[in-house]
């Protein structure tokens, strides 16, 4: 929903891109899930670390190296790649190229995104697995203390 927002604000509001609507607004509501799919999968997995992990590689990293205000062909070759390889550099990309190109040359930034945004869902999935782990082992503990016989005060939960 958002990107279908930001899609109509930036074509029919400000007439800064052109283009098929609808192509422009999968394009952008593809980029925001791969971005927020993988900071949510990384705090998931990783707690507030991998929060700040995925903050620091989307911003501090991924943001200059997209090329977003001139295009990745200004920056140095290797930067540039790996900046394209990023959610921020793949999701301008593809903005570019269907707000601009009809959607030429949007599959390998859309085939980036899509990457991204799996390896978050893989990230939470990861994480839902190892808390269901982590609470089968405990009350697994919890079965043998109470068959062992013993017994708890009222006030201690096992």
């Not at 980029?31 to 998931?44: C, D, N, R």
């Not at 903050?55 to 930067?79: E, I, Q, R, V, Y």
Request: proline share 5%.
């Amino acid at each position: 929903m958002a990107g279908a927002a930001v899609t109509a604000v930036l074509q029919f509001a400000t007439h800064s891109i052109d283009g098929d609507y609808v192509l422009t607004a999968l394009g952008v509501i593809l980029g925001m899930a791969a971005m927020s799919t993988t900071l949510l999968g990384l705090q998931a997995f990783l707690g507030m670390a991998g929060f700040a992990l995925g903050g620091a590689l989307m911003m501090l990293l991924g943001n200059p190296l997209s090329g977003l205000a001139t295009g990745p062909h200004w920056l140095p070759d290797g930067w540039a790649t790996i900046g394209q390889l990023l959610p921020p550099g793949a999701s301008g990309s593809l903005l570019r190229t269907n707000a601009f190109f009809d959607g030429s040359g949007a599959g390998l930034p859309a085939l980036v995104l899509t990457a991204w945004t799996v390896i978050g869902v893989a990230f939470v999935l990861l994480a839902d697995r190892r808390g269901r782990r982590s609470a089968v082992s405990q009350s697994d503990a919890t079965d043998s203390t109470e068959a062992a016989g013993v017994s708890h005060p009222a006030s201690v939960s096992p």
